[in-house]
């Protein structure tokens, strides 16, 4: 009895018993205004916004589907920070990079200016031009190849302490790692810096006359 009074007064003020009614004259709407949809895999992501994306080619802008992908914008995100702190690692590699060069070449020059004496004698003894110059380039080489391997032991014994800390943390031991490629390739980088920043000690050096250089002390 205590429904049929209800439904009576419903129906008196809103023409209806129906609760789709009801809802529509509260401001509410018998459609769902969004639906959220949680995938198991980052593929499954991919495959339901290209669906989306292939349904509204060609359809109206009513009929369209807008849709937010929250994980792309939060990967997008992620990736754009992740960009800006490796451009901004290699900027600062590059400037030490040119520094060490420098450095190499000012060490290499000043080793040719203490060796004066020295290389008046392999001269006198029958050393042309090209063996002085060679010898301080051996020496750079020698230098650049030493500084690589040097640096390549050295990260690796720090990655295996990082993964340790960071593993204990997070449970992931493989954050740090260099591949063994990219160690022999920086090598050769580092060797070919050396070797260019002491092109121009060695060519001084294998310039000076024989005479001058037995004279200097």
Known sequence: ALMEIVNWFAEAIYGSTDLVVYLSELGGCDL??????????????DLITAYLDE????RDEVDQIKYTDTVGLIMTMVNTLITMITVALIVFTSISLVVSTVMIGIITYVS???RIKEIGVIRAMGGRKRDVKNLFTAETVIIGLLAGIIGIVVTYLLSVIANIIIGSITGIYTIA????WQAVMMVAISVVLTL????IP????????PVVALRTE
């Open 112 to 114: 040719v200016v203490e």
């Open 177 to 180: 790692a260099l591949p063994a």
């Open 32 to 45: 769902p205004s969004r639906i959220t949809i949680y995938t198991d895999s980052f593929e499954n992501k």
């Open 55 to 58: 349904w509204n080619v060609g």
């Open 196 to 199: 260019v920043s002491g092109l």
């Open 202 to 209: 060695a060519s001084a050096a294998a310039k000076q006359d």
